[in-house]
């Protein structure tokens, strides 16, 4: 247990890359979406805007994920920690630092809708359909989405450092393949109109539940991969 | 815990097969703890490829790589008796030594800032400088400081001088003796230079094509061949019966080297046919036994040192 | 430094070299000999095999160790190691001598001239110095 602390206490030895990097992002894509909110002339600013740069520091979680494999696994061999450990101790952090963002963008959203978005009417963190949710469902929400994006990034890099680019490619293929043959299940059946139903009907909750499988197929697929992977 | 003392290092009949080729050919070694061993062998003999399997670093094909009587791979409690940096290894990209350093602190209990401060003096590594950008000897630099400063009760080091200037490899070999005697330890000395470390070696594993080629006390092997030069007439009668291990001539000379130690009536008698006796050192001794037959391609590492 | 090379058992080297001190008078009898990490360290060789060429020595009653302080010479080591070398002396260096000069013609006269001779320069050198 010690030691799943101890690699965790590792990846912070640069605190740049897990603490530094995402407050410049968030802090660097909100000030920009103000500064462009206040530069629109009048007859654009009625009604409510909306921005997307709320996402911007879950995009860097995608790299984050790729980076503490790339970087990190084979030094951690060399500091006689094993994969499971390696393992734990990476995902344990990613997921208290991922709630934290989570509370934070649930706290930012209150404050934004305080401020009566943030003085401009705008909408960064309480978009509307997240906003409608009670606090615990919407950092649920953020939680899953972040872990969902750093899984993605550590999976694939695993999947490179076990196969390199052969299996990232098969990987990549076998991804879409799959896709296709849902879409094309759906459009020999018809069942497109099922299909936007179900969407539809989708709650929050009911998104971040199929997301949070995902993530943990995603966890257990990145275990299974680390398992016999070599540096 | 149990207190049967199980070897630090037992292999046995450990396989590695890439598709091409075996790196490791059903190898077996029982290696004690508390002893300075030399894995000796030519680049791409399977050195690495042993050390990796033996540090859950690798997989093997088939057989089984013990440390201590456990099996290393996934198993933390072996791990953490056991610090292994490659000849290659990599350092997290924003990483300077600095903070390779305190992560090595962090897993290795018996961990020396001091001993690793020191060893930072005497090869003058730049603390702050990315890692990255070091240059071949600084990077070895770092992989010897965690190897040492670790004292971790099996070591290896994977040709640990690459880079170095002779300068700075003495003073590897001079602390590593001097740590080694108040800290004694396992260690695995992994290079294709014998001369050099010859001395600090209690014990030698010669390793060539993934098979082991020879696996004996360094004191025993001492002497324990010798070339006889003269006329190839008197050579040949005098060597009769005796394993040949290497032979030159030129003209009417010969000189073979023999795996033989010869008592003093042979050596008088070779005194009486006119032959001369030489000793044979380590190094030529290992290429002799081992790669007979192969180009000697270990000439660089004679190098003049002391 | 004196020499230490590889190609015959370093316990044997290291057991000359103090042998040959003790000789020289170097090494007083009862005076404490380095330990065996002073001398892997001196030396550049593994402890352990600085340990064998020391134990070696003791074993031979050269050296006795005093538990908890270290190694010491015996009283007498010099006089049994001189008695040694003087009885492997004809071998070691008189009959190859004597193969040498038969090989070059030298008779037994003009070699005891010379052995005579260089007795002389040697003793006279001694006394300069």
């Given at each position: ?24 992002i ?133 999947v ?9 490619l ?17 459009t ?5 109109p ?38 | ?14 396989r ?7 790196a ?30 033996l ?11 013990l ?33 390779a ?8 209990a ?53 880079g ?25 000395l992994?290079?294709?230079?014998i ?39 008197k ?31 042979e ?16 190094q ?23 | ?5 590889d ?85 070691q ?37």
């Open positions: 247990m010690s030691r799943v602390i101890k690699v965790a206490q590792m990846q912070l030895i640069n605190k740049w890359t897990f603490m530094g990097i995402p407050m410049v968030l802090v660097g894509s909100t000030a920009i979406t103000f500064a462009i909110w206040a530069l629109l002339p009048a007859s654009a600013r009625e009604g409510t805007l909306y921005s997307g740069s709320g996402q911007a520091v879950m995009w860097y979680f995608l790299a984050l994920g790729i980076q503490s494999l790339t970087y990190t696994f084979p030094f951690s061999q060399a500091m006689s920690v094993s994969r499971r450990t390696f393992y734990l101790g990476t995902l344990g952090l990613f997921a208290v630092f991922a709630l934290g963002y989570a509370v934070l963008y649930y706290l930012l959203g209150l404050l934004e809708q305080a401020t009566g978005g943030w003085g401009f009417n705008g909408q960064i963190f309480a978009l509307d359909w997240i906003a409608e949710n009670n606090g615990a469902i919407q950092i649920l929400f953020y939680f899953v989405a972040m872990v969902l994006l750093f899984m993605i990034g550590f999976w694939a890099a695993t490179y450092m076990r196969w390199k680019a052969t299996g990232l098969i990987a990549g293929i076998g991804f879409a393949v799959l896709v296709l043959g849902l879409v094309g299940l759906a020999l059946n018809n069942a497109w099922q299909v936007g139903a179900w969407f539809a009907g989708m709650q929050v909750l009911g998104l971040s539940i199929v997301l949070g499988c995902l993530c943990v197929v995603l966890a257990g697929g990145s275990y299974l991969t680390l398992r016999r992977a070599t540096a | 815990m149990n207190n049967a003392p199980a070897p630090a290092i037992e292999v046995r009949n450990l590695k097969s890439y598709r091409e080729l075996d490791l050919d059903g190898v077996s070694l029982t290696l004690e703890a508390g002893r300075i061993y030399g894995l000796l062998g030519r680049n791409g003999a399977g050195k690495t490829t042993l050390m990796s399997i540090t859950g670093q690798g997989f093997p094909s088939s057989g089984e790589a440390i201590f009587g456990h099996s290393p791979y996934e198993n933390d409690e072996i791990l953490a008796k056991i610090c292994f940096i490659r000849e290659s290894q990599k350092y997290p990209d924003d990483f300077n030594a600095r903070q350093f305190k992560a090595a602190a962090l897993f290795f018996n961990w020396d800032q001091d001993l690793a401060d020191r060893l930072v003096t005497d090869f003058a590594l730049p603390m702050k400088r990315s890692i990255k950008k070091l240059s071949r000897g600084q990077l070895s630099a770092v992989g010897v400081i965690i190897g040492m400063a670790a004292r971790a009760e099996v070591t290896f080091f994977d040709e640990p001088y690459l170095l200037d002779a300068v700075a490899r003495q003073i590897f070999y001079d602390r590593l003796l001097e740590d080694f005697a108040l800290y004694p330890r396992t260690i695995v992994s290079s294709h230079l001369d050099e470390i010859a001395n600090l070696l209690e014990h030698v594993v010669v390793i060539d094509k993934g098979r082991i080629m020879l696996d004996e006390d360094a004191e025993s092997l001492r002497g324990s061949a010798v070339a006889v030069t003269g006329s190839r007439e050579v040949d009668s005098f060597i009769n019966g005796h394993q040949v291990l290497h032979r030159d001539s030129m003209g009417s000379l010969a000189s073979v080297t023999i795996k033989a130690r010869l008592g003093e009536t050596r008088a008698m070779a005194a009486e046919l006119g032959l001369e006796l030489s000793a044979v050192p380590l030529q001794l290992v290429v002799r036994t081992t790669m007979a037959g192969l180009q000697n391609d270990n000439n660089e590492s004679v190098e003049v040192l002391k | 430094m004196a020499a230490i090379d190609s015959r058992p370093i316990f044997i080297q290291i057991a000359e070299l103090v042998e040959s001190e003790i000789v020289a008078g170097t090494l007083a009898e009862e005076s404490q000999v380095p330990s065996t990490n002073e001398f892997a360290a001196y030396y550049r060789i593994n402890p352990a095999t600085a340990a064998k060429g020391v134990n070696l020595l003791v074993e031979r009653g050269i050296l006795y160790k005093k538990r908890g302080i270290g190694m010491f010479v015996a009283t007498g080591a010099r006089e049994k190691l001189m008695a040694n070398r003087r009885s492997a002396f004809q071998k260096y008189v009959q190859p001598l004597a193969r040498e000069a038969r090989k070059l013609g030298i008779n037994a006269e003009q070699l005891a001239g010379m052995i005579h001779e260089s007795l002389t320069t040697e003793a006279s050198e001694g006394s300069v110095l």
